[in-house]
């Protein structure tokens, strides 16, 4: 059975993070969040792939697997029910659909992390998607 690893950045640096990264042995960082920008430093998009890449970590890019703007909302409200209702909806898109086959197709090729803010996983829609197109993987959860 394969494994996928999930992490979230909140109240972490970047050094921690990437020692996380690297202690697991993650190939590939699969940034599952809508819109890929962060006001922590080092997180936002074009920022965390150069850092990865200095760590020898592939960035991938799926947006349409993030949260849309009223899933974000619930997240925050920590309105767990709210949150998956919106997420199940967004991952009947067509280019959801799509996104999580190539996701699964790389998980079963290579080491990869789903990468989100919250730090515990379980309020994060990270495991609401593994969950839902993952499933026949292991998981598990990093803490940097």
């Known amino acids: 059975m394969p494994t996928v690893w999930t992490i979230g950045y909140e109240q972490t640096a970047m050094p921690a993070f990437l020692a996380a990264l690297q202690g697991a042995g993650i190939e590939v960082l699969a940034d599952v ?31 349409a697997l993030g949260t849309p703007a009223d899933g974000r909302a619930a997240a925050r409200a920590l309105d767990l029910p709210k949150l998956e209702r919106i997420y199940a909806g967004q991952l009947e898109l ?29 309020c994060c829609h990270r495991t609401l998607l593994r969950k839902a197109m993952l499933a026949d993987c292991d998981a598990v959860d990093l803490y940097p």
């Not at 067509?94 to 379980?122: D, N």
Request: proline content about 5%.
């Open 33 to 63: 969040r809508a819109i890929a920008a962060s006001r922590r430093p080092g997180f936002s998009k074009n920022a965390l792939a150069a850092n990865l890449a200095e760590a020898g970590i592939e960035y991938r890019h799926f947006r």
């Open 94 to 122: 067509p280019e959801a659909l799509a996104a999580g086959a190539e996701l699964a197709a790389l998980a079963r090729e290579r080491r990869v992390a789903l990468l989100c803010y919250e730090r515990e996983p379980g």
